[in-house]
């Protein structure tokens, strides 16, 4: 695939991903709903965080031609999906909970404030 289909791929999964996040931190927890939306999130996030891979960086530096900082998010996920399904399965909803808000906060919403930066293509896309 091309970078431009991988970021199309990519947004294609990150913005439903945000609003199905966003959903979910404000409405109740635990219920049903709550449950399979929150699967649906964390299936949304991993698959993002997997297409990040194979999109290389053209900002900062480089580690083996490829990786740049940016990436450092998408093992982020790769941490915090599992601990927080681990934590919820084992009853540890407050470990769940710093888990989940951590993702969004770290995956989301800062990973998705340097995807507008000058030199970015989602701030070309935006501002040019």
Known sequence: MTYLQLAYFHLATVLPAFFIA?????????????RLLGKAYMVLMLVTALITLFMPAHIGPLFLDHFGLIHLFSLLVFYLIPNAILAIRTGDVVRHKSSMVGLYIGGLV?????????????HTWLFT
């Open 22 to 34: 966003t959903y979910l931190l404000i409405n109740t927890k635990g219920t049903p709903r709550h």
């Open 110 to 122: 800062v990973a998705g404030s340097f995807a507008f930066m000058p030199g970015r293509l989602l």
